[in-house]
């Protein structure tokens, strides 16, 4: 299998580049984005040595349905989806939060929780929760969006302070925010799935706001499986899960969390296929729709001809 670890393009009218932790982004003629989901993987903010085959294929294709799928709630940066595995959208100047909803208590909420906390990014949970309960209602836990490290926690009262965002501005964002999960939600449910949480990233155009990059992927959000839901939490298990989750609990079976002097577990072919099958296997739950296959012999070629196309369409 010919996974697309990194891509190293010069477009034409090309005016800048960056490569993140799992995607190449190009600027064209300083008005549009090129974003390549490359097959790179990462996990507790370190990039795995191997990359995943569709992996970024798998990503692309499920933001690109549910883009097209909550466009009537705001406009989306998504000007075509140039190649299975790359987007062509508008430059926006990205808002410097992370708008993360939960409808459940789960992951790093349920963290927090645990250890006694009640006040999560300025909300208030309620006494007498367990672990992947549904909150009474879906609540916003913003993060900021740093250039380099983690991701901090932040309350809608500190990002109007410090003049991150502006008040009207924020409450649209949280206005959009509940729109999208609740469609999201609606969209779940039509394939047995619960939306548990997930994350958008917003921006400004013209004065407009934008919805941007990837959404409701199993990479950006959680999922349950709604079958087994209530018996589980009526017993205390843990609950089944359609996200990246998996490759998180292979690596801490086995001995890596991202901690200083911890060496990533050698990831074998086998185990490398595994987690292409398990993405594969998430993109058939998820959209309900068959899985293509590429043509992976000269992805790269196929990539760089396909993006080149679009853009002599938009420059």
Request: proline share 4%.
């Amino acid at each position: 299998m010919n996974a697309i670890k990194e891509t190293n393009f010069n477009f034409e009218k090309q005016t800048a580049f960056y490569r993140g932790k799992v995607r190449d982004v190009y600027t064209i003629d300083d008005a549009y984005l090129v974003m390549v989901a490359s097959d790179r993987i990462s996990a507790f903010d370190v990039v795995l040595p191997e990359a995943i085959p569709y992996k970024g294929q798998v990503l692309n294709q499920i933001a690109a349905k549910f883009l097209a799928a909550t466009a009537d709630i705001l406009p989306n940066w998504v000007v075509d989806v140039a190649d299975p595995s790359a987007t062509i959208g508008l430059r926006c100047e990205p808002f410097k939060v992370e708008v993360v909803i939960r409808g459940y208590l789960s992951g790093h909420a349920w963290r927090t929780y645990k250890e006694g906390g009640r006040l999560l990014c300025g909300v208030t949970l309620p006494e007498g929760l367990k672990e992947n309960d549904k909150l009474p209602h879906a609540i916003i836990t913003p993060t900021t969006k740093a250039s380099e490290g983690h991701d901090e926690d932040i309350s809608k009262e500190e990002i109007i302070r410090q003049g991150i965002v502006s008040l009207e501005d924020y409450e649209a964002l949280e206005r959009y925010a509940h729109l999208l999960f609740q469609r999201g939600t609606e969209i779940a449910a039509e394939r047995g799935l619960i939306l548990v949480d997930t994350k958008y990233e917003f921006g400004k155009r013209d004065g407009e706001i934008y919805l941007m990059d990837e959404i409701h992927t199993p990479d950006s959000s959680r999922y349950f499986y709604a079958e087994g839901y209530a018996e589980l939490q009526a017993k205390g298990e843990p609950q089944r899960q359609l996200s990246k989750e998996f490759v998180r609990q292979w690596l801490i079976e086995n001995g890596f969390q991202g901690k200083e002097g911890q060496v990533v577990p050698e990831m074998t072919p086998e185990i490398v296929k595994s987690i292409s099958d398990r993405y594969v296997e998430l993109y058939v739950h998820i959209t309900g729709e068959e899985f293509q296959y590429p043509d992976q012999a000269e992805s790269l070629v196929r990539l760089e001809r396909n993006v080149a196309e679009a853009l002599k369409k938009l420059v």
